[in-house]
């Protein structure tokens, strides 16, 4: 056991993963989280862990990077994923969650633990010579930021992220949409609005000539760089770029067929909805995130085939995030290169996603736990997800540092062809992610 106690500042995901990474070694953790005292302008409830954008976490097959990372995270311990897998609800291949039985399960656990005190404060400073994690999330407030800014000598960058709208299940129109799952993969867990060539091209007319939402108060500073991160889009940005963009991202039609009408090999477009509970209650529109003003998306988004008399329980809403320029900043295990006594977590590190954000706690968390403990410090094998990622926080690509999330080409690639197409390839990266970590954990586990 230390002596040492570790501040965790921010009971997100990567704050709750990190803190409990850390109390699971033995050592004395102080969560310091601002709610319910004070909101971020995206955040609602005073749960831990809150989810304030999509439900889902994204696939679960270790072929695809995000899978892979969460193979990594369960082999580890993961809070997070523990707490996906026991709150998941139906969404085909992916892992997507009841967001809010998520949140109270990794509430209850945080609270439970005997080695985690829970502090609800807003905090402005690290004291110094303590050893601290920083996952004060995408919202940090502006004490905070400005003390990273000035007094840790950290560059801040900013982005604007989105979230789509949910609407009552109920209301949904079941005539017209069906369920299905792309190419039949999995179960049908997917409602799916189907539209002709002239439903899409009025749709699209409205989209793109739609009124925005005003900027939120804190983000009105902010206009001059209005810079949107690619994997949260605003659907009406995708849209402007070009009037079939939609029909090859989010709205693609191939492989979704209405089982009711079989006469029909491809439809135009089509819009997909996902469960946002167990029971299918309320759905989210998929890819639709979206900066229109809420009158707007009511009336754009009305004109989707069965979606006609729709309820909105939520509106899609858009916030500033805020992230480091890390490279050159922080070390391979998420530390800063100049104060070895501060880590940073989530995504102000540059990673991007709820998976890849608690990863960077994980990381972050067994590493200052090590720390505390007095045992070296260790660096995950840049051959796993997790590795990899921290990597790429580390030293960053070609260009300017820009969010990323899990993707094989962060990996070191394969020395020798593999046959067999994209998946088979992607099989063997994940074969060699598994062991490396496997022998990771072999190394260190007594320790970590």
Request: with cysteine.
């Amino acid at each position: 056991m230390s002596e040492i106690t570790v501040n965790v500042y921010g009971a997100g995901l990567a704050g709750c993963e990190a803190a409990w990474q850390i109390a699971n070694r033995g050592v004395k953790v102080r969560l310091y989280e601002m709610k319910p005292h004070k909101h971020t302008p995206a955040h609602k409830t005073e749960g831990f862990a809150e989810l304030v954008c999509s439900n889902s976490l994204r696939s679960d097959s270790v072929t695809n990077a995000v899978g892979l990372l969460k193979e990594e995270m369960r082999r580890m311990g993961s809070l997070i994923i523990e707490a996906a897998d026991a709150t998941r609800v139906p969404a085909g291949s992916a892992l997507a969650v009841d967001r809010d039985a998520f949140s109270a399960y990794i509430t209850r656990k945080i609270e439970e633990h005997e080695n985690i005190e829970i502090v609800h404060a807003e905090m402005d400073s690290i004291p110094d010579g303590e050893l601290t994690v920083v996952a004060t999330g995408p919202l940090t407030s502006d004490a905070m930021a400005d003390y990273i800014r000035d007094s840790l000598g950290c560059s801040g960058l900013h982005f604007f992220d989105a979230a789509a709208p949910i609407v009552d299940g109920a209301s949904i129109n079941t005539d017209v949409a069906f369920f299905a799952s792309r190419y039949d993969k999995g179960d049908a867990d997917y409602l799916n609005c189907p539209m002709t060539k002239e439903q899409y091209d009025a749709f699209y007319d409205a989209l793109v000539s739609a009124r925005e939402a005003e900027l939120h108060d804190f983000d009105k500073k902010e206009q001059g760089d209005f810079t949107v991160f690619e994997g949260c889009m605003p659907v009406e940005v995708m849209a402007r770029r070009g009037r079939d963009t939609l029909r090859y991202g989010p709205l693609k039609p191939v492989g979704l067929n209405d089982p009711r009408h079989p006469e029909v090999k491809e439809y135009y477009a089509v819009v997909q909805l996902r469960r946002e509970d167990a029971e299918g209650s309320m759905f989210n529109l998929v890819g639709f995130q979206t900066h229109l003003a809420f009158p707007e998306q009511k009336r754009v988004f009305g004109l989707i085939p069965g979606l006609e008399n729709a309820e909105f329980l939520r509106y899609g809403v858009m916030h500033r995030n805020t992230y480091l320029d890390s490279p050159g900043l922080l070390d391979s295990d998420y530390s800063m290169l100049t104060r070895k006594n501060v880590y940073f977590a989530g995504q102000m590190t540059g990673v991007e996603g709820y998976v890849e954000s608690a990863g960077s706690g994980l990381v972050a968390g067994i590493c200052a736990a090590r720390q505390a403990l007095g045992l070296e410090s260790v660096k995950f094998p840049t051959f796993t997800m997790l590795g990899a990622m921290a990597s790429y926080v580390c030293h960053g690509g070609s260009g300017k540092f820009v969010p990323m999330n899990a993707n094989f080409g962060i990996i070191p690639p394969l020395e020798y062809r593999v046959k067999g197409g994209k998946m088979a390839k992607y099989a063997v990266y994940a074969e060699r992610a598994l062991a490396a970590l496997d022998e990771f954990k072999e190394k260190y586990e007594n320790h970590c």
